[in-house]
């Protein structure tokens, strides 16, 4: 007799999305000469820039010709590519080998898989609000309870507020896996090396494992902030990192992403080099390979050139993050974000809820935006705009913003 995984049923945060979706859709119905404009969406919009267009034909060709046609590669993925992660590491004063890198097909997906190669009694703590991955796959992995007044039961919320700038403090109590994002999603707020540290000293003393996201760390501009986690001194023993080529180089579509599971990272039961073989073990048996074409294209995003295009396109996103940051700032709105991450976050105005505000942007603007709710209780009152759109739609929002919302 089968069964199924009724921890699925516990999910919630499906709900988000599809519901600004049927909201969107049921204001169209009703106003059908109104252009709705989206600043919803975490997703790119620019087109990939000429040498990653190259690599990837070039990734192609290879297939056309018996001499350099290839089929399985290494489940590590391609060895000039992992060294070229492990280079970029190297410049941010980082020792990464180039076999603690692991190539994928995106951090989502590395997100949703890491916890598996934990224990299901492990604690878990998130930051609150944060990216739902995190905490729907521990959800099904069974590591909560069920959802009750807004929470999970067995989850550790780390609040992330106005009051301590979006990065939380360490837990109170002791918990074993740690999910961080930084630059974050959907805050905008970025960790100082400082604070990374208190979480660094955290889990090095109770052996708990910091999960790293790093996904925006292309968009950080100022110097002194931290672009991995692997800058803060004995990080390697207690952290892995995940990311990807989605934000910074246009391949949400394409799908490429990279985690580095140091061997100097331990837990409880697992001595230096055990986590590494483990993530080894678990990407050589249940996944095999990111795309040979993608990861030509990805060695093309991490080329000269490449790094050179990309950033011009990471530029293109910080500006259109500055129009709307300073759009709402002008309407003497409370902004958060928008400097070193592609969102901005906004407190909802006159204590607001967020789905009572993205009903009202919706109705008086005709802009779209995310709750902040939907990513978790302490987003409650706030609100998440995108800078992943082409500049003349988010210029046109925030224009009706600044025109037609009632405050
Ligand atoms: C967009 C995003 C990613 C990227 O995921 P991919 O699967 O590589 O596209 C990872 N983490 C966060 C927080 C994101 O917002």
Request: charged share 20%; net charge negative.
């Given at each position: 007799m089968a069964t199924l995984n009724?921890?699925?049923?516990?999910?919630?945060?499906?709900y988000l999305f599809p519901e600004i979706a049927k909201r969107t859709r049921a204001f169209q119905a009703e106003h059908p000469d109104a252009k709705i404009m989206r600043l919803g969406i975490g997703d790119t919009t620019e087109p990939l820039t000429s040498s990653v267009i190259a690599g990837l034909h070039r990734g192609v060709d290879k297939l056309a010709d018996v001499q350099t046609y290839t089929g399985y590669g290494a489940e590590q993925g391609n060895t000039e590519l992992r060294q070229a992660l492990a280079d970029r590491y190297r410049g941010l004063g980082v020792s990464i080998e180039p076999d603690e890198v692991f190539v994928s097909d995106g951090a989502k997906p590395d997100s949703a898989n890491i916890?598996?190669?934990?224990?299901?009694d492990n604690i878990v703590a998130v930051q609150d609000?944060?990216?739902p991955v995190y905490v729907d796959s521990n959800v099904i992995a069974g590591r909560t309870g069920q959802w009750k007044d807004g929470r999970f039961q067995g989850l550790v919320y780390m609040p992330c507020t106005a009051d301590n700038g979006f990065i939380p403090a360490v837990p109170e109590g002791k918990v074993d896996l740690i999910y961080l994002c930084s630059p974050n999603n959907p805050t905008g707020a970025v960790a100082t090396r400082e604070q990374l540290k208190t979480f660094v000293d955290y889990a090095r003393n109770v052996k708990a494992v910091i999960i790293f996201d790093?996904?925006?760390?292309?968009?950080?501009?100022?110097?002194?902030?931290?672009?991995?986690?692997?800058?803060?001194?004995?990080a390697t023993e207690c952290a892995l990192e995940i990311s990807s080529f989605s934000k910074e180089a246009g391949f949400t579509g394409v799908r490429l992403g990279w985690s580095v599971v140091p061997k100097a990272l331990i837990c409880?039961?697992?001595?230096?080099?055990k986590v590494h073989r483990l993530w080894n073990r678990r990407q050589t048996t249940m996944f095999n390979g990111a795309s040979n074409i993608v990861q030509e294209g990805g060695l093309a995003v991490m080329s000269e050139a490449g790094q050179r295009e990309c950033a011009e396109m990471v530029a293109y996103y910080m500006k259109n993050a500055r129009t709307i940051k300073d759009g709402l700032e002008t309407l003497g709105l409370t902004v958060y974000g928008g400097v070193n991450a592609p969102y901005v976050w906004m407190q909802t105005p006159n204590g607001t809820s967020s789905w009572e505000f993205f009903d009202k942007l919706l109705n008086e603007a005709h802009v779209v935006g995310t709750p902040g709710s939907g990513f978790g209780p302490s987003g409650e009152g706030f609100f998440r705009l995108s800078a992943f759109g082409h500049a003349e739609d988010i210029e046109a929002a925030v224009s009706s913003i600044r025109e037609n919302l009632a405050l």
């Amino acid at each position: 007799m089968a069964t199924l995984n009724l921890n699925y049923d516990k999910l919630q945060a499906g709900y988000l999305f599809p519901e600004i979706a049927k909201r969107t859709r049921a204001f169209q119905a009703e106003h059908p000469d109104a252009k709705i404009m989206r600043l919803g969406i975490g997703d790119t919009t620019e087109p990939l820039t000429s040498s990653v267009i190259a690599g990837l034909h070039r990734g192609v060709d290879k297939l056309a010709d018996v001499q350099t046609y290839t089929g399985y590669g290494a489940e590590q993925g391609n060895t000039e590519l992992r060294q070229a992660l492990a280079d970029r590491y190297r410049g941010l004063g980082v020792s990464i080998e180039p076999d603690e890198v692991f190539v994928s097909d995106g951090a989502k997906p590395d997100s949703a898989n890491i916890q598996s190669i934990f224990g299901v009694d492990n604690i878990v703590a998130v930051q609150d609000p944060a990216y739902p991955v995190y905490v729907d796959s521990n959800v099904i992995a069974g590591r909560t309870g069920q959802w009750k007044d807004g929470r999970f039961q067995g989850l550790v919320y780390m609040p992330c507020t106005a009051d301590n700038g979006f990065i939380p403090a360490v837990p109170e109590g002791k918990v074993d896996l740690i999910y961080l994002c930084s630059p974050n999603n959907p805050t905008g707020a970025v960790a100082t090396r400082e604070q990374l540290k208190t979480f660094v000293d955290y889990a090095r003393n109770v052996k708990a494992v910091i999960i790293f996201d790093s996904a925006y760390a292309a968009f950080i501009s100022d110097p002194e902030l931290p672009r991995s986690i692997f800058e803060i001194e004995g990080a390697t023993e207690c952290a892995l990192e995940i990311s990807s080529f989605s934000k910074e180089a246009g391949f949400t579509g394409v799908r490429l992403g990279w985690s580095v599971v140091p061997k100097a990272l331990i837990c409880e039961n697992a001595e230096a080099g055990k986590v590494h073989r483990l993530w080894n073990r678990r990407q050589t048996t249940m996944f095999n390979g990111a795309s040979n074409i993608v990861q030509e294209g990805g060695l093309a995003v991490m080329s000269e050139a490449g790094q050179r295009e990309c950033a011009e396109m990471v530029a293109y996103y910080m500006k259109n993050a500055r129009t709307i940051k300073d759009g709402l700032e002008t309407l003497g709105l409370t902004v958060y974000g928008g400097v070193n991450a592609p969102y901005v976050w906004m407190q909802t105005p006159n204590g607001t809820s967020s789905w009572e505000f993205f009903d009202k942007l919706l109705n008086e603007a005709h802009v779209v935006g995310t709750p902040g709710s939907g990513f978790g209780p302490s987003g409650e009152g706030f609100f998440r705009l995108s800078a992943f759109g082409h500049a003349e739609d988010i210029e046109a929002a925030v224009s009706s913003i600044r025109e037609n919302l009632a405050l």
